[in-house]
């Protein structure tokens, strides 16, 4: 079988952490480059947890620095959610810069896609600041992107606002670009990302898997998406369980928007299942999730996080 190429897009965080081992520890998946954006915390912590994850998990893979801030509005990050350095509760060993390009993400994005000779899939888990200007930048990558699957948006309420996702509200013009670029897109948002949760007779099993089981862990203790009473909300792992056990979802097609003007929706994915706007469907998205299905898919793919 030949692996996936993807590359991921994110801002380290707890979530994160956890979907970036899935990804790099599973057979199915050959994770190219891993680009950095502002979002959970600044661009600099997000890049150092990046180098912290691949020392600790021995990967060598190249990471890219990009946009320290979304196109238009200021960042708010989510430090509230991550803790101060964006992955609190672990002792991670200090990494060197050596997997760290010279290249920007956008520049590296671009290379890797245009040397590629299959399709990239690409897996933003962060506002998707680097890949909408990768896609006015260089907008030739199209023909080579297989796909852009992503965590973020909202079929019904937000987290960030009312109606808004942290990843899209954090840059709705970024993220309104990407929904209108014409390419497959997959969104994998909060209607699975709330219900994709780590209850605590799971998280009560991660230590003995292993180290990086530990680790999780660990960083599960200060994380604030969900409690480890209630259940911890694996966000960013919804879109790895998309490319690696779909089945698990329940997914219609449909069109998608992103609402810029509305003075308290701005930054809210309008998911038009009833076809109100007439508009072709431009995108697939995961409205329910099995639950049972993906935490018993969570422990079996952190026990391979070895
Ligand atoms: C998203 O926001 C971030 O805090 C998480 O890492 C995830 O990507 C969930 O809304
Ligand atoms: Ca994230």
């Given at each position: ?145 297989r796909e852009i ?34 390419l497959p897109l997959v ?120």
């Amino acid at each position: 079988m030949s692996k996936r190429p993807i590359i991921i897009d994110t801002d380290p965080g707890i979530d994160d952490a956890v979907a970036i081992a899935i990804a790099l520890f599973s057979e199915e998946l050959d994770v190219r480059l891993i680009t950095t954006v502002a979002g959970n915390v600044s661009l600099d912590k997000v890049t150092y947890n990046t180098l912290r994850l691949l020392k600790f998990f021995g990967k060598e893979v190249p990471v890219a620095k990009g946009a320290e801030a979304p196109l238009v509005l200021p960042l708010q990050d989510a430090s509230n959610v991550h803790g101060k350095s964006g992955m609190e509760g672990f002792d991670f060993e200090e990494p060197d810069d050596h997997l760290l390009l010279k290249e920007n993400a956008v520049n590296a994005m671009y290379r890797v896609i245009m040397e590629s000779p299959e399709p990239i899939t690409l897996v933003p888990i962060a506002p998707l600041t680097n890949i909408a200007l990768l896609l006015k930048l260089y907008p030739e990558v199209k023909k080579n992107i297989r796909e852009i699957v992503l965590m973020g948006g909202s079929a019904s309420r937000g987290n960030k606002g009312v109606m808004s996702e942290f990843n899209i509200a954090t840059d709705p013009e970024a993220a309104k670009i990407v929904f209108d670029s014409g390419l497959p897109l997959v969104m994998a948002g909060l209607d699975v990302g709330w219900k994709a949760l780590v209850l605590p007779e799971d998280s009560a099993k991660l230590p003995a898997l292993g180290e990086v089981g530990r680790m999780a862990y660990c960083l599960f203790q200060k994380y604030r998406g969900g409690s480890m009473k209630t259940g911890l909300k694996m966000y960013d792992s919804c879109a790895m369980a998309y490319l690696l056990k779909p089945e698990m979802y329940e997914i219609v097609e449909t069109y998608v928007d992103v609402e810029l003007h509305g003075s308290m929706t701005a930054g809210c994915t309008l998911v038009d299942l009833k076809g109100y706007l007439g508009k072709p469907s431009n995108a697939k998205v995961c409205l329910d999730i099995n639950q049972e299905m993906f935490r018993q898919w969570f422990l079996e793919r952190m026990a391979k996080c070895i």
